[in-house]
């Protein structure tokens, strides 16, 4: 039955119905979700995104290695980008970016996050700048890069462990903050509830909130605030 | 200790350290949070925000029926609004509204998170249309609305039990979305946990979540939202 | 003690006391649990099934790989069939498929959990029909199949992280439906409760659940109303 | 916006849009649900049921006292039942009962449950017999009725505490059971969340579950399955 | 049996066993906990505290109102204290006060928990100074008091929500920091059990916890360090 | 159908089905739950196993304040006992005691669990020794016990907060110890769920446990221990 | 420090202080609990054990496969039993058995932990009897053994998911009931915790429960009763 | 952007920003958390540690075995200490110990977090003894070593399970008592939130509590009290 014949869909291997009408309905196209995903199927998705949609490169997220390290050589003559650090595919050339996004972490292990959310961006054609391990036990590393989040159309905050970053962050500047718990951290916070929990808690007002380690949804929040704030609609 | 001495704050009675400097640092100035307040702690307050800062209104959420009751009187001369199902008192003229945020409910019930989220909208200037009761169990219901809601500056969405309205909302919509989880629920959903796990963890790209019932950190997002769209930074 | 002269039942090597009594109390016969046990006692025990019961075929589900490996084997002359995505080994030959069940699933991950099901109903003699991957997000893709699934005896719905697709179906449609929360997800989703109080929660009258991951109790429940419909008590 | 121009929805007040398409789309209607709406609401809402749809009669759930003691007053000249242990309140006679369910209870206390079930079972037009507090505790107590339970369209089996009666009742007829965990319980049980977890997680195979004390999805469920198997689609 | 007869204990009307040799072995004497505790139950074992221990006032915390009515009358001729929002008593004269121990908070609500941190230090004869509502959505105030906490003994920091504040604290200043959750929020912070943890997982090193609500704990925990410092051993 | 014709039941106005066979059975009698029951059904209830099992007294637990007033006007010419700490009713004259269970308590609040305990096992015609108010925060006061504790044929401990006592205890003496973690507690401790964790975590070997509160089922164990040490079988 | 000069205590490399008196002081003696130990430190235990204390095998429990191997020819010339099953290992001939306590368990997987519950029984010289595959989804099974459990000292019930058999079986017989939860179970039951309350929640009256998976905990209070029982004080 | 030009800190390799005010700030420097980073981002800080700050030997917690292994040979002519069973790593000689701090375990598998609290405490220049293996189930063993602990400047008392040490120590010294709940356990302590939850909810006045295994948090803690103490401020 899915042979993708419903308008907007494609059908793929019995396996899965792309949703190729996304980018038109949600300004955002159909990304690949890896984990789960033998090797195979997520690079098949990838060839199908790339094919059907060449607005802009294909991605995908929670890559394991063994589509890390096969991307390359599965899109000859393709422009393919692998992070190993936050496990994403981008198959095609990047868009020149628009907007100012910041994304801060509160450790250096908060990377991974970040850097999907990064990649994530940098697909999307937002621009990203990163700003690693600047923790509230230390509090002036974050006062010292403010004037430079200020401005941002939107700020995106990684933190593990007491979650508290993003909370201060949203109390000293004008831009949406967004934050992102990780699973960074043991005991009362493993696997990122408690922290995710504490973001939501927050006493600084308007302080939103993604799953843990989305950092992704985080990307394309922003992302679709960038294409509100530049009039793309 | 409490003096107020510190540049841009105001101790109030030795019970608060108001933070007059709010809106110049985020844009969104302080707000009185009701709960667990005296009548008079809180009256006292929106007393103080009106007098230090009357660029606009003063605002006080989760306010108890004893201060509903008593605004107006506690502010002969002023604008004051005092809504019930919302729980909110404003005391100011409300500023014309800009931008264009749509609140969506799922179910009749959720109307005093949408009503904290609008009169906090309303108080901080942005323009805010409600649309109720327009839950999953009866899809066409949402559908019927979809043009309305597509160009919003930012969608809103209240809802309790499953909380799979917004889910269903952001793979819809370009315009960035908001979900607000309710405690309206029972059993598994009693308390809105539940509710709040299952907006996290959306299969829609880009659904951000805020606290259970915070209908007022939903619109402050919201407001960040129309002020840089708006250009106002 | 463990000597199987208990009446309806049959003692197996000390580990197990097979109900071979199930088939005529509840219309379904007992079933092989793989997860837990050596690769000899669940072949041990189909093996007695197969013997003891031979109106239909022997099931086991939750195999690891050694029972799927050995399964062809260890039964020469036998129809086997041994499913390593939805983990089921099948024994004896499938009964001609009466009734109609549809199953859909959320997303491409969720396949294995509709995989045990399938495989559960086609042993059960149950017609069954799959759909894969109609998820909320791109809400068209399920509308597109909607005709199909209408007139179902009943409807199994897989679905992770969110677990929104059950609720949606269940309020498009005048068949029983059953959600099976799977364990796809993370953060505040991983593990499958929070996807399986999502559904519980459900705001469409009549939507039943199962336990996170199965797919055979989902079977076994649709089964019974199969049975029923079809005169079958 | 919510004026109910939408095909199929009907606004009401400003705070409710109800589907008055829902039995043409799953075979049952609309309902109110009384917890957390004002008497006023739920009583208006009650009244537009019963108007828009004659073909039986309109039903609230979860009725608070007010709304109980009202009810008879505000419909003059229909037959109105209002049930204070279950608090449904029917508006406009039965129809006539078709199909057999049985509704059965652990102990005394998980009676309101039932009587939901019953109420809404009987408001569909479904025949439904209660047995009251056979639990676990003395199991002759079940089996004294097992016969009589074996030959229903469906089961629904109500309890707390421990939640084993489903799984037992599930164990020995070949009947669709469903289970209705309840609050009734104290310490680990409050709330009833272990014991629809101990529901969830039967071994008895085919055991469905539906939300903590929500014997009105139950009644639906069955109702859909009894109108499969009474040939009603 | 509970005649009070073991040495270092009093026993009490049958229903309590006070511990008359605390203050020797932990340099604190027993204290009435009076939750749960009818006031006639209370007001009676500040009585005998009172007799059996003159070196210094006998406390009661989590006094009931009906406590705290009473408890002048009750001890004619005593300095007696009863502090309504810390919902303490005190029965006696205070010792002269020794030591510096600071008490923040990060909102109003949370001065309860302050107050009885306040009135238990006091009762052990050390110095306190309060601090309230600096937390961290206003940074700026916390930091105008820095100078001032720099050089406590010890630091008590009561926060709800988020708990970030005594985090922040933590990396800013050598004194021991004692966090102490309150139940001040909503949602998934109700309780302060997400506020808890958010300070057990402090990525500020040497941060240490107390239950909820527990200033009296934070109390006794600082105290002890005062009576370290100042040789008291 | 609930006519009670079940051989060792007694149906009951249709709200119950006594299980007249237990003490048969179990040996221990039904005993009426006098939760979420209404005064006229545990009054009925009590009457009702006063008459069927004349060998010992009818006991209801949990009784509202209701039950507890009505009980001694109810059974004239009968002795009744009405306990309003431990909540429990007692109707007909208590058998001689037999054996010999000691029945501590951590803290003063704990009485209303220990109550019910001392209660049931004088229904049951157990001996019972109840010690008061010997937590571990004053260890002495339960060594100055031991003596007296170390013969019992099982002890009981309810304990709330940390739930340290039963642990102790069971380290200290050969009885048979039986935890009962009571609600007494805050914070982390509420509800008593850490209590009872912490008591099924015990690391002195064989401590038990039952739910929260659950005086009557500690009571209920410890008397049939006693009924195998004095050879009742 | 840890020197072992304390009496009735005895240092062991530094890593342990063996309760050498807890034989003398309740009836049972220390034994070594093989997690997070390395082997070298069981092994070393399990000789200190029997050296000190010749009256009974020394006993040690959750043996990695490496303990098991080696126990053998740790010991040259006494008496060792490795059960790879229940991961246990006896050093020292067995007493003879005295008592009668039966080991039930609910499936198949559960049997590891009722072996430890037998093994421990064993080297306390207690009499067990284990019937295995008994649970509530073919009761039959279990009613065809119970005039065998009725008159047992004790009976300890493993069971995983619903946790429901120890339930039933506390409803039939005279005999104190022991309840493990054991791990075994998927999504709502993973880890145990949900069978754990259950039993807790049971509604049948004196069933009381250990820890998850803890069968040597439930052997041991099944030997202190046999202990009271065979007037063993 | 993280180009360590913030005063106060030190950029490292775009992947971290050391703080190397945090002596000055706070009385303990900057220390590196090992589990997340690769073993080269570890040993890099390290020896940007030990470059900066000369006046203490750097640390690194939760070391892997790479790192274990590495450390020695990365640091050629500095006197390094590796401890696997506490997972640290020092470079630098450890200055001559202040002060008396004892860490106390309740079994021998709480070690490593002794461990990790006893290398913090060397390095930081403060004086440890340690006891291991005093659990409540043989309180003997505590109370041989009580005239010991009597007079530390603090204790620090490590504990799985029932966490139930720390009370007891808390409730017999006049020491500052932390507790540290660890992670050995299983089913309901699985994790060590049950045992956090038991030490945090303590009836013993004072007791403080950090995250699960948290031995270093315990030892800063204790090292600023140390400080307090001894006049370092």
Chains 1, 2, 3, 4, 5, 6, 7, 8 share one sequence.
Do not use: W
């Not at 970040?114 to 990649?119: D, K, L, N, P, T």
């Not at 990203?128 to 700020?155: E, F, N, P, Q, Y």
């Not at 970053?165 to 960074?184: D, M, N, Q, R």
């Amino acid at each position: 039955m899915t042979d993708g014949t419903t308008p907007g869909t494609l059908g793929v291997g019995g396996f899965a119905e792309l949703d190729t009408d996304r980018r038109r309905r949600t300004g955002v196209p159909e990304v690949v979700y890896g984990e789960g995903k033998t090797p195979e199927q997520t690079l098949r998705l990838l060839a199908e995104l790339r094919r059907t949609d060449p607005r802009g490169p294909a991605l995908a997220t929670r890559c394991p290695p063994a589509v890390l390290d096969a991307a390359r050589d599965a899109f000859p003559g393709e422009a393919v980008a692998a992070d190993p650090v936050g496990r994403t595919v981008t198959v095609g050339a990047l868009p020149p970016p628009v907007g100012d996004v910041v994304a801060l972490t509160a450790g250096t292990t908060d990377l991974p996050v970040a850097g999907e959310c990064r990649a994530t961006l940098a697909a999307l054609g937002v621009g990203v700048r990163l700003v690693a391990d600047v923790g509230v036990a230390g509090l002036h590393r974050l006062l010292g890069h403010l004037d430079a989040i200020r401005d941002a159309d939107a700020v995106v905050v990684a933190a593990g462990m007491d979650g508290a970053l993003p909370s201060v962050v949203a109390g000293l500047v004008p831009a949406p903050v967004i934050g992102v718990p990780t699973s960074v951290g043991y005991g009362v916070a493993a696997g990122g509830l408690a922290t995710a929990a504490a973001m939501l808690a927050s006493c600084s007002p308007g302080l939103v909130v993604v799953n843990v380690d989305n950092g992704f949804g985080a990307a394309v929040h922003a992302a679709k605030i960038v294409h509100r704030v530049r009039g793309d609609r």
